[in-house]
């Protein structure tokens, strides 16, 4: 599975973007998909997740309440809406897809990843 992120740009503080990640080359119907997102030095940090159907999501505490993951397995996407950004969202995001049955939230878990898209957010 190949996977393709896009919708980053530079926006102000307590504004909304939302990131789009379409694959290709295999259906994401039996992935776990996630968003993680990546500052200078340090590692890929895990923002959200969300299980085969949707029904399940998960999100680090620091996104809880402003962003939301979602997905269509129908058009093979999941997307991450972003309300209420803050200069700390500021990071590449990445998406990512596993063969696993629950979501896990260490990179080294996911198999698949997209290039990444960056999100800059001014205060």
């Known amino acids: 599975v190949q996977l393709q992120a896009s919708g980053g740009g530079l926006v102000q503080a307590g504004d909304s973007v939302r990131l789009s990640c379409a694959a290709s080359?295999?259906?994401?119907?039996?992935?776990?998909m996630a968003w993680f997102r990546q500052v200078p030095g340090k590692e890929h940090e895990f923002v959200a997740g969300?299980?085969?159907?949707?029904?399940?999501?998960y999100y680090a505490d620091s996104v809880k309440g402003r962003f939301a993951i979602s997905r269509d397995n129908a058009k093979n996407t999941v997307s991450l809406q972003m309300d209420s950004l803050k200069a700390e969202d500021t990071a590449v995001y990445y998406c990512?897809?596993?063969?696993?049955?629950?979501?896990?939230?260490?990179?080294?878990?996911?198999?698949?990843w997209g290039q990444g898209t960056l999100v800059t957010v001014s205060s």
């Open positions: 969300i299980g085969w159907t949707g029904a399940r999501k």
């Open positions: 080359g295999g259906t994401i119907t039996s992935h776990i």
């Open positions: 990512a897809a596993d063969q696993s049955y629950k979501v896990r939230y260490a990179e080294d878990e996911y198999a698949h």
